[in-house]
């Protein structure tokens, strides 16, 4: 029988009373339909750009409907990183929280009440009292559950765990499911902490290894994938920015792309003022370094230190003469943003793109 173990939900970019009942309608439909009940179901609220009163007291119910009626183990909302919470005047992190729930045994428990009360310590700055981590979004486990387990192995590995983005919640969701199959297999929470890492200076060696990584999960598995990681990382230079320094501005000529190792950038769209944070672990400027396209956006750097590591043209150039299986590699990872933008163009504000 086919299981469907992580649901991902994409909100945007407006809620309001209008659409918010046939919202939840659509996320009934889609947990009915699944063939087997999930144990993780996501709902990511980075496209969202505004909720009224009524849409956001809606969402506060939707953890009950996911615990309660379809019997999802966790549930994860992730309010889109940069902007503190939610993007509406509600107090939705805390009413999502099993703390403001009336029935806590049936709306889940809190992964970070998890941490306070059965993982490491969490104190004050006098070191004295623990307090609970603030953080802006939400995974509450069901009671009972093999992923409550799971996590109680979790927060051995880890004081905390901040879902803002979906690749957050992603690695969370993918930790529990393989901690529930086996709680000696290695997880991701196993590696260095690249936040913690980045806030002590990360070293060569430390970049390098998650520049593998982040390649790994960029280009294609196959026999070459090795070899072409390690021809990349030869030619690619090393580049850093300080807070509030163009990387480029809207219209400037195409001259490479570069692969965000720590930090965080800002993609600005100088006609609309829409905006777009650029994570760690993700690829800038592949679409001008492929097809020579003027830059379509202003990038920024938004952290208070960014690690780059950069392709320019003319490697690109001689890439495509002496490698070309590293080329189309390239290649590759240009059409899987643009499949990707495609794909969630109707999520999307018809103005907004993604940064190139």
């Not at 090393?238 to 809207?250: N, S």
């Not at 769209?269 to 592949?286: L, M, P, S």
């Not at 001008?288 to 956006?297: E, K, M, P, W």
Request: charged share 25%; glycine share 6%.
């Amino acid at each position: 029988m086919y299981c469907v173990p992580v649901i991902c939900l994409f909100l945007g970019p407006k809620l309001f009373f209008g659409n918010v009942a046939q919202l939840i309608e659509t996320i009934k439909n889609v947990l009915t339909g699944s063939s087997e009940p999930p144990v993780v179901v996501i709902v990511d609220f980075t496209l969202v750009m505004g909720m009224d009163s009524s849409a956001a007291h809606a969402i506060a119910k939707l953890k009950k409907i996911f615990h309660r009626l379809f019997h999802v183990e966790v549930s994860i909302f992730v309010t889109g990183s940069g902007r503190g919470g939610f993007p509406c005047e509600y107090a939705l992190s805390e009413a999502l929280s099993p703390k403001a729930a009336n029935h806590v045994a049936t709306a889940g428990l809190d992964y970070n009440e998890l941490i306070t009360i059965d993982g490491p310590a969490q104190h004050g700055p006098d070191d004295k009292a623990p307090v609970s981590p603030v953080l802006p979004g939400t995974i509450s486990i069901s009671r009972g559950s093999s992923s409550v387990r799971a996590t109680r192995k979790l927060t051995t590995k880890v004081d905390g765990r901040v879902c803002e983005s979906l690749d957050d919640a992603l690695r969370f969701a993918e930790d529990i499911l393989i901690v529930r199959v086996d709680s000696s297999l290695e997880t991701s929470t196993d590696t260095l902490d690249i936040d913690y890492v980045s806030s002590i200076e990360m070293t060569i060696e430390d970049e390098q290894f998650y520049a593998r990584k982040f390649l790994r999960e960029l280009l294609p598995e196959d026999d070459d994938m090795i070899k072409t990681i390690d021809t990349l990382l030869k030619v690619m230079k090393r580049e850093e920015y300080r807070q509030d320094e163009t990387l480029w501005e809207t219209g400037a000529k195409s001259d490479s792309m570069k692969l965000v190792i720590c930090g965080e950038l800002v993609a600005i769209i100088e006609d609309t003022g829409a905006t777009e944070v650029v994570q760690r672990g993700n690829i800038v400027g592949e679409l001008g370094l492929v097809h020579g396209t003027a830059r379509l956006t202003t990038l920024v750097c938004s952290s208070e230190k960014a690690v780059l590591y950069s392709l320019s043209k003319s490697e690109f150039q001689i890439l495509k003469k002496k490698k070309p299986n590293v080329a189309l590699a390239i290649h590759g990872i240009a059409i899987r943003y643009l499949a990707h933008r495609v794909q969630h163009v109707n999520n999307r504000y018809f103005h907004t793109t993604l940064p190139v």
